[in-house]
């Protein structure tokens, strides 16, 4: 098993979208990461202008379930919190009638996804 705790936010997330290509192939093409970061100020005012939004979750499941519109998933490091503009946005997407969750680690990351796929 590897040491959670040793890896980044961006190692987290490859585990995750990896476990799902494999495991959910009929379903690949719909789960899809948000890019949010961009390298300086203005490659974000241009991405600002063509729509990016600041604090939208790492990952989006692009399939309705149990009711929701779609699963928004978050990917923080061992330790760490979604931060205001994260929250703020994942607040305006369950508004909006979508299944947000955050996760600091890609082991509870797939099952937040698995839970969600078996609504």
Known sequence: MKDLKAMNEGQHQKEVVMWFWNTHKDLRGLLYHNYSNPKNKIDGAMLVGLGLIKGNPDLTLAIPKGGFGALYLELKKVGEKPRPEQLIQMSKLAAAGNC????????????????????
């Open 100 to 119: 947000v969750q955050w996760s600091d680690n890609y082991i509870e990351a797939i099952v937040i996804i698995e839970n969600y796929l078996s609504l």
